[in-house]
Structure formats: structure tokens, C-alpha cells
């Protein structure tokens, strides 16, 4: 299993994931797109959000100090 954490309006919150960790950047996306309407992330639940509201987010893929994968959709920064 994996972990998404998805940033978003300055809010930052962690979702597991039962699927397959190569998900595409295009998948990532619109499973933060549903899953952030559904209020299935805690605290950051936006009901109207846009279908293209992570379009220019960056999808990072990192292992875990656990050895779990993790994968974080974040907005891009001018520095990196």
C-alpha cells in the first residue's frame, strides 16, 4: 500500500492507497481530484474542486523511512 499526500490551498494531508504504486501522474491526479470532493482525505475536503485542480502539480514518488512508498502531489515552487 501506498501513501498519497496531497497539498492543496496550503493544506497538506496524507490518503492510503490500495492500488498498484505505478500509477501514472495523469492517475494521481484524478484520484487526489476524487477523493479531495469525497472528503476522503481528512481535513481537506473541497466539494466543487475543479477536475483540472492538480493539472500543474508535481507527482514525487519516494520510499518511506518505513520502506512504504509515498507519493506526494504538490504545486510546483519557483525553486524546485
Do not use: H
Not at 469525497?38 to 474542486?49: A, F, Y
Request: charged content about 25%.
Amino acid at each position: 500500500m501506498a501513501i498519497l499526500n496531497i497539498t492543496y490551498n496550503g493544506l497538506s494531508a496524507d490518503y492510503p492507497l490500495d492500488m498498484n504504486y505505478d500509477l501514472t501522474d495523469a492517475d494521481v491526479r484524478r484520484i487526489a481530484v476524487e477523493v479531495v470532493r469525497s472528503g476522503g482525505v481528512r481535513g481537506l475536503q473541497v466539494v466543487n474542486l475543479d477536475e483540472r485542480a492538480f493539472a500543474n502539480y508535481v507527482v514525487d514518488r519516494f520510499q518511506g523511512q518505513d520502506g512504504a512508498p509515498r507519493i506526494y502531489l504538490r504545486p510546483k515552487v519557483p525553486f524546485g
